[in-house]
């Protein structure tokens, strides 16, 4: 919110509502194909495509004045990865019995 | 051009009366009110993500079971509810900008229409756990899961202990959700009662961003717990 001059974030903020309902519309559509072992990765990309967006442009994460808080933001996404990556690499390498 | 206090402390110049004593600028107190909401939320990804990386060593390890266990899902529900929280994140914008421009209306319009797609929400999650509660399938002494068959497997039956456990996931992770919307909704309560008493101005708005923030990362855990529990394995 440091822009003195800026035109209306109006615009953006539907269009961002669009492409989130559309990203819903196809992540429903896409659980319905046969995608082999990619219904998940797909799934878990839309996803990310829209939270992605309700970060960068409904939590103002995109053109923020406080740089620190970017830091914040990636941090956590790092260290959330951290869990899931290392849990996952030890659980996913055991040898089922 | 203000400066800050002098050695004295006495503030003979003219300054936003919303700064705060230990803040230089306007905009610096708007960023430190911002990077500890932040920082909050930082805990909460965690929060969830302990539950998240819970159940995807589950969903990996007894992929069939959880597959059938999800179809059980209503989907038409859950894609509601997900359109219904986009819809509140929109209110949710609105109103914070509503908030900046002293568009004292749509403020307090957003902040209401915000709230009551919440309780859409918590409505439509009420019937979801409602219809699982008659199925039997709420994890606990009455529950049943026998002869339901593995999606893409004929012949195949879920293993009932397995498909427990992917219920307890459900009620877990979307319970804590539902809890905080629940208290976002007590937040946002709280906002309107403020913005009917003209608290907000464009100078001074921060609960309403910072409440705004609270409510985006409520719907951004949904918007993967929609995939991740209902769209499993929904193919024919």
Known sequence: ?????????????????????IGTGL???ASGLDLGPFNGPVALTIASVKATLVALFFMHVKGASEKLTKLVV???????????????????????? | MPDSSTATGLHTEEHNPALLHHFAEPQQQRDAASLGMWVFLATEVMF??????????????????????????????????????????LTVVLAVWAA???????????????M????????????????K????????????????????????????????????????????HALHMIIGLGIFLWLLIMAWKGRFTPEWHTPVEIGGLYWHFVDIIWIYLFPLLYLIDRHP
């Open chain 2, 48 to 89: 969830f993500g302990g539950l998240f990386c819970a159940y995807l060593i589950y969903r990996l390890k007894y992929f069939g079971d959880f597959g059938a266990a999800s179809k059980t899902l209503n989907v038409t529900l859950g894609a509601t509810n997900t359109a219904v929280l986009i819809c509140s994140s």
């Open chain 1, 27 to 29: 992540t429903v559509y």
């Open chain 1, 74 to 97: 990636v941090s956590a996404l790092f260290f959330l990865l951290l869990l899931l990556g290392l849990t996952m690499a030890d659980y996913a390498t055991r040898a089922w019995s």
């Open chain 2, 133 to 176: 509660f008659v199925e039997h399938h709420v994890p606990g002494a009455s529950f049943s899961f026998n002869n339901v068959p593995i999606p893409g497997h004929p012949g195949q039956y879920a293993d009932p202990h397995h498909a427990q456990l992917f219920f307890s996931l459900y009620f877990v992770m979307t319970g804590l």
């Open chain 1, 1 to 21: 919110m440091s822009d003195h001059s800026k035109s209306s974030p109006l615009p953006t903020y539907f269009a961002v509502f669009i492409a989130l309902l």
């Open chain 2, 116 to 131: 009551i797609l919440g309780l859409v929400f918590l409505g439509i999650k009420g019937v979801e756990y409602n219809d």
């Open chain 2, 100 to 114: 900046q421009t002293a568009r004292r209306t749509l403020l307090i319009g957003s902040l209401a229409i915000t």
